[in-house]
């Protein structure tokens, strides 16, 4: 697993750790923007894409961290060498663990602003209107950490999991006793199903592979074999 530190000047290194060595980590959930908008694995090795919008996000996680005592981050864009297809299978394999490992899961709605007082709640629309809620990959984000905090555009903390249960519950007809962090074998396959049922990935593929965590099963990923075809294999796994 590949961490971002980051260092007294605020800036980013990457490290790898194996097996046990896994240090205390915050994670970061987010909608990607535009890809040429992202900060990639070869921007930060190369130290460049500090220009670019992604990098806002990737401070912001950084910075959460280090008040919440963490010297250590995960970050999908940049943590990631997407060019190297085993690492990708890997990492889509081990991302659900990794979510439910974090110490700390920030929540990041690029679409959320704050708009006053807190407490005044005018942030509540746009929070239930979220993208956030749509995406295919954000399921397991909210459900496997134990700890997940939502922050608006201006990095303002709204709430977290265990404050939002009864809206979060509303939004995504998930059931409250799995945001509360019930084993999801309790859950029937259809139910399970339906959490992601309405959801959305960029790739076709990813509306199964997004799953793979949410049905406790691995298997190798195979783009470009079509949306059916890669639900087809993911059913078929779950029965075996």
């Not at 990794?98 to 006053?116: E, H, M, P, T």
């Not at 007082?117 to 629309?125: F, L, Q, T, Y």
């Not at 691995?218 to 078929?236: C, D, S, T, V």
Request: include cysteine.
């Amino acid at each position: 697993m590949r961490l971002l530190q980051r260092r007294d000047d605020g800036e980013f290194s990457l490290i790898e750790f194996v097996g046990d060595t896994i240090p205390r980590y915050a994670i970061l959930s987010h909608t990607w923007g535009a890809d040429e908008e992202e900060v990639t694995f070869k921007d930060l090795v190369e130290g460049t894409g500090k220009s670019k919008a992604g990098y806002k996000k990737i401070r912001f996680c950084g910075a959460q961290a280090a008040l919440d005592g963490l010297q250590f981050s995960w970050v999908d864009t940049c943590c990631i060498d997407k060019s190297s297809s085993a690492e990708l299978s890997e990492a889509i394999n081990s991302m659900f663990r990794w979510y439910q490992n974090a110490a700390k899961c920030y929540v990041y709605l690029s679409d959320v602003a704050i708009g006053g007082p807190i407490e005044i709640g005018m942030w509540k629309s746009a929070f239930r209107q979220s993208r956030w809620f749509t995406r295919g990959w954000t399921l397991q984000e909210l459900i496997a950490p134990t700890s997940v905090e939502f922050f608006s555009v201006e990095e303002e903390r709204i709430g977290d999991k265990k404050s939002l249960e009864q809206t979060l519950h509303e939004i995504t007809g998930i059931t409250v006793q799995a945001l509360q962090g019930s084993l999801l074998s309790r859950f029937s396959v259809d139910e399970r199903m339906s959490w992601a049922a309405k959801r959305e990935t960029k790739r076709e593929e990813d509306a199964a592979y997004s799953l793979l965590g949410i049905f406790d099963i691995h298997m190798p990923l195979i783009y470009g074999e079509g949306r059916k075809k890669a639900f087809i294999r993911l059913q078929k796994e779950i029965k075996e």
